[in-house]
């Protein structure tokens, strides 16, 4: 459940009218029937006025767990792996106070809506995602077939293009700003593009920054 539906969750239980809820936070109604309307959140600057309005913690509206036991029991629960990306990333959320997992929420939900249709229209399906780094994707070709390159493809702009394996020319309509990433990012990663190809063997390259 996310923090939209969990406060329009409590709206129903409460009763309360969204005109009146937003009387007491002093969010426009039209903001309010946007989070159900687009499956949004409310922004962290905020937070505080809905916990005052819907009388609950930040903790509880944020992820839905309480020292209250009656509400505990309408939590649905799973069970993550020790030592596995997923369990760190909610141990790191379950030490953040309530204004940093607000801004953790928010970020994921625009990472969320960021959509690459790259696969559903590349010209070959064998295309595999190899790196992704500041909204760029990068693909190969798992069967190794035509020349040495991969594939670029800058999500926010929809542009895509090219690079060299071994010479590191860069083909595509790239921006004077995003070029520079990406070749910052291959003079990087080089040897492990030149690994891949020549050993025709696929592995992710690590996160880079």
Sequence with gaps: MTIGQRIFHLLDEKKMTQKEFSDRTG???????????????????????????????????????????????????????????????????????FVERAHMMEYAQKISEKKSNYLETAHKKSMVKIAEFCDVEVFIDSEFEGEPAVDINYIDDDV??????????????FSKYVRPVIDAWYKDNKEALLSIWNNRKIKAIPAWE
């Design 27 to 97: 969010i426009a109604t039209t903001t309010i029937s946007d989070w159900r309307k687009k499956n949004t959140n409310p922004g962290s600057e905020k937070i505080m006025a809905i916990c005052a309005a819907l009388e609950v913690t930040p903790e509880f509206l944020l992820s839905g767990v309480t020292e209250d036991s009656a509400r505990g029991n309408d939590v649905d629960y799973m069970v993550i792996p020790k030592g596995t990306e997923e369990r760190a990333l909610l141990e790191m959320f379950n030490g953040m106070d």
């Design 160 to 173: 895509r293009g090219s690079i060299g394996i071994f010479d590191g020319i860069i083909q595509g309509d």
